[in-house]
């Protein structure tokens, strides 16, 4: 396998709006990100992806843009950018931009234009659609083109007066979808890529970019559980010209600049993902796939308070260990700014929660790919105490309140799911130390503080030696120091255990054990006699070697052995 620098890096996500507020107005912002270099420095990442700073109105917190090369505002300037960058590369560390491209801001000039005129130059660049007449109690009534709902709720289509049609809105009614058939879009999106690319970013996380291809016909959905409406997906995910487009985007822009590329790919499976994916570098270098995180999706979606399960969660990431190997790469993650905090999910957040989310990281860290930290994660930060809806921010979790109470669904119930899933989990300011509002920022911050900040911080993960901080670093340092952690070919043993995930690697005879106890009980793991001589890379709890065959391990322990090529 050819050995890349994207393939040996960690990856840091940032969510510019809750990193760091440089002058008080409670929402973070560029200077914030870049005051904090040297501690993302410390912990030895080497990229940063920046969730989108692009000027927005904000409906979906900057994922609806109105123009792409512009600044908002409120996270600073185009030179608090610049100086960002240069900030950056001068200490070794690249930046990676978000790249929302499958829609835009309904403010975006493009679709003010659109909207307009059935005539106007750009009203190609939007998908819009003559309602449908259907017979109703005996009277002829105009409804959606077709039954699509949206990711946020309702319907995916908006009816726009001005020219008595709809247009198509996968996301948010403000985020309208671009009509990527019309060769201008792609010709403008092509060059505003090539603007970036040429300031010098080193590369782009594209925004679902699996959904840019939509089946031309526009048929009904298939009925989802739960919803009036129909399931876009078989014909918007992974759609008749994807990849098509993917191949001319990486001929005319990518392919010209060193630069790592992860596309987020909802709906993908690894068959897909393996010519997204494909090490030819025809198209991206990885995609973000979500089959281990819908594990615990349900009935109605996400909202629900299932466990995953951990058989099903070796399975899956099993899969995409195996298939994808030698012929496409891996992302790896468990957070970012769309799901819950991980050990909230998978592991303790009470008892064990430095041990149990050191764990997590280890299961994560050592396999293929390319690891994400998202902010936070580095210190075990917790899904928030939220109370009522008037306490989030995301419109997912305020419309899902809403469409769901409507459907008369109880709404205890609901908060419940929403309180355990909502992506405000993850949004919730980082947490510096323990003075005023965790030290993000002076005012008062745009979403809550995690009221567990005077225990969780980073100033006090710096000071205590084995802290979920000090282990991520020492993680980031074996994979720069194993090339096995990075290219190895992976295997997961005792495939059953519902209180194990242990897997091998092995690179050019150079051979890894990864054993990690996902539950809060001791249990016992017997060690494969090969492994019998490794020694530790690492442990979460403090042990220095293994004496026994049958090892007891202690509640959500990690370790891994390593054995040299003999
Ligand atoms: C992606 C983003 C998410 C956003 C959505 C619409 O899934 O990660 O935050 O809401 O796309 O842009
Ligand atoms: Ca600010």
Redesign the pocket.
């Known amino acids: 396998m050819t050995k890349t620098w994207w393939k040996e890096s960690v990856v840091y996500q940032i969510y510019p709006r809750s990193f760091m507020d440089s002058n008080g107005d409670g929402i973070g912002d560029i200077n914030g990100i870049t005051q904090k270099l040297d501690y993302l420095k410390k912990l030895g990442v080497d990229v940063l992806w920046l969730s989108p700073v692009y000027q927005s109105p904000n409906d979906?917190n900057g994922?609806d843009i109105s123009d792409y090369q512009a600044i908002m505002p409120e996270f600073g300037t185009m030179e608090d950018f610049d100086r960002m960058l240069s900030e950056a590369h001068k200490r070794g560390i690249r930046i990676v931009m978000d790249l929302?491209v499958n829609?835009t801001s309904d403010e975006h000039p493009w679709f003010v234009e659109s909207r307009k005129s059935k005539d106007n130059p750009y009203r190609d660049f939007y998908i819009w659609r003559q309602g449908k007449e259907v017979q109703e109690k005996g009277t002829a009534v105009t409804r959606e083109p077709n039954n699509w709902g949206s990711f946020f709720s309702g319907s995916a289509w908006q009816y726009d007066k001005e020219t008595d049609m709809y247009y198509l809105h996968l996301?948010s009614r403000k985020?309208p979808d671009l009509n990527w058939e019309n060769d201008k879009v792609r010709e403008n999106v092509f060059s505003m890529m090539d603007w970036w690319l040429k300031k010098g970013i080193d590369g782009f996380r594209m925004?679902?970019i699996s959904l840019i291809s939509k089946v031309q016909s526009f048929p009904d959905g298939p009925a989802k559980m739960n919803s009036s409406y129909g399931d876009a997906g078989p014909y918007t995910a992974n759609g008749p010209r994807v990849h098509e487009y993917l191949k001319e985007m990486n001929q005319k822009v990518l392919s010209k600049y060193d630069i790592m590329t992860v596309g987020?790919a909802?709906g993908v499976t690894v068959e897909e993902a393996k010519k997204y994916a494909s090490l030819d570098g025809s198209e991206l270098n990885m995609v973000f796939q979500f089959e281990h995180m819908d594990l615990d999706g349900g009935e109605t979606f996400k909202w629900n308070d299932k466990k995953m399960d951990l058989v099903e969660l070796k399975e899956t990431l099993s899969k995409w260990q195996t298939e994808l190997d030698e012929k496409a790469w891996n992302s790896l993650y468990w957070d970012n700014?769309?799901q819950p905090r991980i050990v909230s999910r998978l592991g303790d957040d009470r008892v064990y929660r430095e041990r149990s989310a050191k764990m997590l990281a280890t299961c994560l860290h050592m396999m293929q790919g390319t690891p994400y930290i998202y902010q936070g994660e580095e210190l075990g930060m917790t899904n928030a105490p939220f109370g009522g809806i008037e306490d989030f921010r995301d419109i997912?979790s305020i419309n899902a309140f809403r469409e769901l109470t409507g459907r008369g669904m109880d709404g205890e119930t609901i908060l419940k799911y929403i309180r355990y899933k909502s992506r405000d989990n993850a949004r919730t300011p980082f947490q510096w130390d323990d003075s005023h509002m965790a030290g993000f920022t002076t005012g008062t911050p745009w979403i809550m503080v995690n009221p567990n900040y005077k225990e969780i911080n980073a100033k006090k993960a710096l000071e205590q030696e084995d802290s979920v901080f000090y282990y991520y670093q020492k993680l980031i340092r074996l994979r720069k120091e194993y090339p096995v952690i990075v290219y190895g070919h992976y295997k997961l043993l005792l495939p059953e255990s519902r209180q194990l995930y242990v897997y091998t690697r092995e690179y050019e005879g150079e051979r890894l054990l990864t054993i990690c106890n996902f539950t809060g009980e001791s249990t016992e793991c017997r060690i494969p006699a090969e492994f019998m001589e490794g020694k530790i890379l690492i442990s979460n709890t403090h042990r220095s070697q293994v004496t026994e065959e049958n090892l007891v391990l202690e509640p959500y322990e990690a370790l891994v052995l390593y054995c040299p090529a003999v």
């Open positions: 979906d994922y929302v829609h996301f985020q925004d679902v987020e909802s700014h769309d997912e």
